[in-house]
């Protein structure tokens, strides 16, 4: 069982937010402006762009995998560093954090999420984990699309937290406008896999 799958069980247990729950925050930037639709409009092929830590990194590999996989679902093909339409950048990261899984649903007390009170001392300190994709015009190097993703639980492991994190910044591509949307998500129990239950614009 994945770390998710055993937060999720945790969660369900005491009776807090439980896996169909659990719920990622999603901002968008089209370079069209508003209209996202365009922002990317041509030849889906792109290649992936590594920066000198993520070279040296024995598990990006692996999120690379998770976004070739993903992306393939939309019709995007990755050209393994030969020219493409697209350079896609990827950035990830965790911190410390304290608001509660998934946003503001309800409150840390309802919960169990918050970043103090009881939560806090049952399942420990919380992170909040981000994943951002950047899509370059490989010609002009102009920024065609940015999304980027994030999701808060109580699992210090960036890499754990991933498949999520990708599958929801992926979850429509590209976003519509407005720029801001919420995304709820399943995790299924026998495979550990997030699976994109609704998404819901925000108005911020």
Same mark, same amino acid.
């Given at each position: 069982?994945?770390?998710?799958?055993?937060?999720?069980?945790?969660? $369900?247990?005491?009776?807090?937010?439980?896996?169909?729950?659990? *719920?990622?925050?999603?901002?968008?930037?089209?370079?069209?402006?508003?209209?996202?639709?365009? $922002?990317?409009?041509?030849e889906q092929t792109y290649t992936l762009a590594r920066t000198q830590p993520q070279d040296d990194s024995a598990d990006h590999p692996q999120a690379e995998k998770l976004l070739r996989d993903e992306l393939a679902k939309h019709g995007f093909v990755d050209t393994a560093g030969k020219p493409a339409h697209y350079l896609l950048s990827v950035a990830y990261g965790t911190r410390p954090a304290s608001i509660g899984v998934?946003?503001?649903?309800?409150?840390?007390?309802?919960?169990?999420?918050?970043?103090?009170?009881?939560?806090?001392?049952?399942?420990?300190?919380?992170?909040?984990?981000?994943? *951002?994709?950047?899509?370059?015009?490989?010609?002009?190097?102009?920024?065609?699309?940015? /999304?980027?993703?994030?999701?808060?639980?109580?699992? $210090?492991?960036?890499?754990?937290?991933?498949?999520?994190?990708?599958?929801?910044?992926?979850?429509?591509?590209?976003?519509?406008?407005?720029?801001?949307?919420? /995304?709820?998500?399943?995790?299924?129990?026998?495979?550990?896999?997030?699976?994109?239950?609704?998404?819901?614009?925000?108005?911020?």
């Amino acid at each position: 069982m994945t770390r998710i799958a055993h937060l999720c069980a945790a969660l $369900a247990a005491a009776s807090l937010t439980g896996c169909a729950g659990l *719920t990622a925050d999603v901002h968008t930037v089209a370079n069209d402006g508003a209209d996202h639709t365009v $922002a990317l409009q041509g030849e889906q092929t792109y290649t992936l762009a590594r920066t000198q830590p993520q070279d040296d990194s024995a598990d990006h590999p692996q999120a690379e995998k998770l976004l070739r996989d993903e992306l393939a679902k939309h019709g995007f093909v990755d050209t393994a560093g030969k020219p493409a339409h697209y350079l896609l950048s990827v950035a990830y990261g965790t911190r410390p954090a304290s608001i509660g899984v998934g946003g503001k649903d309800c409150a840390p007390a309802d919960c169990g999420a918050g970043g103090g009170g009881l939560g806090a001392l049952l399942f420990g300190r919380e992170y909040q984990h981000a994943l *951002t994709l950047r899509f370059f015009d490989y010609a002009s190097g102009t920024e065609r699309y940015k /999304v980027g993703a994030v999701f808060t639980d109580r699992n $210090a492991d960036p890499q754990e937290a991933l498949p999520l994190l990708v599958k929801t910044a992926l979850a429509k591509l590209p976003f519509d406008a407005p720029a801001d949307w919420r /995304v709820k998500l399943s995790i299924d129990k026998a495979s550990g896999v997030p699976n994109v239950e609704s998404m819901q614009p925000l108005q911020r």
